[in-house]
């Protein structure tokens, strides 16, 4: 008789990885373009939002499609692993160009992030539960 497999969440780095990288291919790029043309309290901030937020749910999409057993875990991990690194190198530029970093917004966005990509794990999950 063999044992049963052992209950509990079984995270797949290389799908949370896939995912962190689309986050990072996508909102890097359009995070610096904004930094570079917008100026300070610019409501154009919220044009670059909306890519930035797809690429949250993109990333989250990859990482659950690649464990569709688990998408909800893996797409939220996912995008908060491609927030947590871009913001890590963020906030290292903040801190040597003498600025304030706000941890209440990093908390904030970082648990952003997460739901965000909760939603392309879900979405995931949705496509490979759909009958072909």
């Known amino acids: ?4 497999a052992s209950p509990g969440l079984h995270i797949d780095p290389r799908a949370i990885a896939f995912g962190a990288a689309v986050v ?3 909102a890097v790029p359009v995070a610096l373009i904004g930094a570079l ?3 300070e309290g610019s409501n154009g901030v919220f ?4 890519p930035i937020v797809a690429a949250y749910v993109l990333g989250g999409y990859v990482a659950g499609s690649k464990r569709p057993d688990t998408p ?9 692993t491609g927030f947590a690194i871009a913001q ?4 290292v530029v903040q801190l040597v160009q003498d600025e304030s970093v706000s941890p209440v917004a990093l908390i904030f966005n970082g648990l952003l992030a997460a739901n965000i990509g909760l939603v ?4 995931s999950g949705r496509r490979a539960a759909s009958p072909r």
């Not at 044009?47 to 909306?50: G, H, N, P, R």
């Open 47 to 50: 044009a670059f939002a909306v």
């Open 88 to 91: 890590a190198i963020s906030v």
């Open 120 to 123: 392309g794990g879900w979405l």
């Open 37 to 39: 043309v917008l100026d």
């Open 24 to 26: 990072l291919v996508v």
């Open 1 to 4: 008789m063999t044992a049963p």
């Open 72 to 80: 909800l875990a893996h797409g939220a991990i996912a995008a908060f």
